[in-house]
């Protein structure tokens, strides 16, 4: 199905002093495996670098790993389809199971939609190996280009024992983020990943890798998300709230048969212009709804019965069955983001269609 190409860059080293010193044998390197797709890291003037071209780009690499590689796809991350994430998803889980001597795995990508990618790997690759997913600002035919430096770095986290059972991970501008709580901040800046809440997991340094915590949300070998037999994900849009936005973008997407909508607030929760009768609609319609917000930043808390209506603690001290029957297909984000928070209801209704369940899965990843 995919077009492997594989490569050993480990480099073999003989000690001799004087005519009758032995050969000093080396510790083994650690085996990375890297998994490209493409993106700007790939994307040079007049046709794409290959896995290949990449894995032969990077100066040091004989003394950091032992590298192979395969190209699993080639394109910008933005045409990459939710069919494709899927693939990858497996793809990885199958690289760790059929080798339990492999450190980590290393996956290119475009910056665009990276930390999208980065946390369906996240929720959905089931070993506590480290998943590292790299990309770049600058693409190959640029001045100042910084892909080979920052795979380099990807495979020097990959390789790292301490990054093991810290989930996927996101290297880039000499920094490691969680794909949980990364995203991508700036258009065009080379420190654009940042995690704005709970700031970086770690750093790459010219001597070492330095990781500085953990992380207590589920992931990886403890999630509970198994796409082995899933051919495709429920599908979930994100609206925005704005001045004076309309009901019938949200009625329209329920019509189009969306499985679940969220919600990205202007603050905690609120809507504007008739968004709640598109959401009552919504919910009489059986699409469960997701309170995000757009600020970046912020944690939605569950809505517990008796707290008010749909619009959180402060709402109104009695519902209306309408009222009503959208709390029972409404879900807080917690802190996801809204692009986030879609692919996590994705994985959820995969799973279930109970309110309370999806409501656990959001407090507890």
């Not at 077009?3 to 390197?29: D, I, K, M, Y």
């Not at 009222?323 to 029972?328: F, G, K, T, V, Y």
């Amino acid at each position: 199905m995919f077009n492997r190409l594989r490569a050993s860059c480990a480099l073999a080293v003989v000690v001799l002093t004087g005519a009758a010193a032995p050969a000093v044998a080396q510790p083994a390197l650690p085996r990375v495996h890297m998994v490209a797709t493409g993106g700007t890291i790939s994307n040079r003037d007049g046709g794409r670098l290959s896995a290949e071209d990449l894995a032969t780009s990077m100066p040091g690499l004989e003394r950091a790993a032992t590298l192979t590689f395969e190209q699993f796809l080639n394109v910008a991350s933005s045409q990459i389809t939710l069919e494709q994430w899927l693939q990858l998803a497996r793809r990885v889980n199958e690289l760790f199971a059929t080798d339990q001597g492999l450190a980590g795995i290393v996956v290119t990508s475009g910056t665009d939609t990276l930390e999208e990618t980065a946390f369906f790997l996240h929720l959905t690759v089931r070993d506590p190996r480290p998943v590292v997913v790299v990309g770049s600002m600058r693409n190959p035919s640029t001045l100042g280009y910084e892909g080979a430096a920052n795979l380099l770095e990807g495979v020097r986290v990959a390789a790292e024992p301490t990054a093991r059972g810290k989930g996927v991970l996101v290297v880039l501008n000499d920094e490691v983020n969680s794909a949980r709580d990364v995203t991508k901040t700036d258009a065009l800046r080379l420190q654009t990943f940042r995690s704005p809440t709970h700031g970086v997991l770690g750093i790459v340094d010219r001597d070492r890798v330095t990781l500085f915590r953990d992380l207590l949300q589920r992931h990886t070998a403890k999630s509970e998300f198994d796409v082995t037999r899933l051919t495709a994900l429920p599908r979930v849009e994100v609206v925005m709230v704005y001045q004076g936005a309309t009901a019938d973008v949200i009625k329209a997407i329920v019509d189009l048969g969306a499985k679940g909508i969220v919600m990205a607030g202007a603050g905690a929760g609120a809507t504007s212009g008739d968004q709640n009768a598109g959401l009552d609609y919504a919910a009489e319609k059986g699409v469960f709804i997701v309170t995000a917000t757009r600020t970046g930043a912020g944690r939605i808390a569950p809505n517990r019965g008796g707290q008010g209506g749909p619009g959180g603690p402060n709402g109104p001290a009695t519902v209306t069955p309408a009222q009503q029957r959208r709390r029972a297909f409404s879900v807080s984000s917690e802190d996801h983001i809204p692009v986030k928070a879609r692919i996590l209801l994705m994985l959820a209704l995969a799973t279930t269609s109970n309110r309370d369940e999806i409501q656990r899965i959001f407090s507890e990843y």
